[in-house]
């Protein structure tokens, strides 16, 4: 089974609708990042989250918004899609807990997600 | 600010022939760095990282890079090229906080 998980794989919604990707991870990793990706800019993070009471920003917040309900999940929504959010979003994972061990990030399979 | 630039959007070997792939990042501190491959449709898996010491690492599927401080550098390197190695690259720098910035990626294309 796939340590990170993500729901769903692909989405088609319209302009205006709300939508939530989900992720989860069975790594027991204390951080996880969204990202997007869109072709020519590379990954880019959206929020990323230390623990389940630690919620950041990353570089492209706007117009999304993330919910850690526990450990193990960690919840992006576009609280009102348009089309200029489409685009292949990813969950990552990595564990802190050594400092200069500096784990690699463990990614999921990624949401295709389209708005029209 | 932290920053990767991976020069080379598009890159075409034959199969066979030995590959280099570019990146430069800008970081203040001592970098961490990482080559991950995407294939397509597929997510991002790790091919190899830096984090001290021997400054050439290797990685799977045969793949190598060097961390060159001087040059800003962590161009990464296979001697042959197979077919299945289609797919792109990206290069990351991680900061003290463990976020990652990414270059914009590298398209490989192998020819028969």
């Known amino acids: 089974d796939a340590d990170v998980t993500q729901t769903p794989r692909n989405r088609i919604t319209k302009t205006g609708k709300r939508i939530m990707l989900e992720c989860s991870q069975t790594?027991?990793?204390?951080?996880m990042y969204w990202y997007r990706q869109d072709p020519g800019l590379g990954l880019r993070l959206i929020y990323y989250?230390?623990?389940?009471?630690?919620?950041n920003k990353g570089e492209i917040s706007d117009g999304y918004s993330v919910s850690r309900q526990a450990q193990a999940k960690f919840s992006l929504s576009l609280e009102s899609a348009i089309p200029n959010q489409t685009a292949l979003y990813f969950c990552?994972?990595?564990?802190?807990?050594?400092?200069?061990?500096?784990?690699?990030?463990?990614f999921g399979p990624g949401t295709r997600l389209t708005v029209l | 600010a932290q920053s990767v630039t991976q020069p080379d959007i598009h890159i075409t070997v034959s199969e066979g022939a030995s590959l280099e792939l570019r990146c430069n990042y800008s970081y203040g501190a001592t970098p961490y760095l990482f080559w991950y491959v995407q294939s397509p449709g597929q997510g991002l898996q790790l091919l190899l990282k830096?984090?001290?010491?021997?400054?050439l690492v290797q990685g799977i599927k045969g793949f190598e890079a060097e961390f060159k401080r001087s040059q800003s550098s962590f161009n990464l390197r296979k001697p042959s090229v197979h077919w299945s190695d289609a797919a792109e690259y990206f290069c990351?720098?991680?900061?003290?906080?463990?976020?990652?910035?990414f270059g914009s990626g590298t398209k490989l294309n192998v020819k028969p």
């Open positions: 990351a720098v991680g900061d003290n906080f463990n976020k990652f910035y």
């Open positions: 830096y984090f001290s010491g021997d400054t």
């Open positions: 790594k027991g990793h204390d951080r």
């Open positions: 989250s230390f623990d389940v009471k630690d919620i």
């Open positions: 990552a994972t990595s564990d802190y807990r050594t400092p200069r061990s500096y784990n690699e990030q463990f």
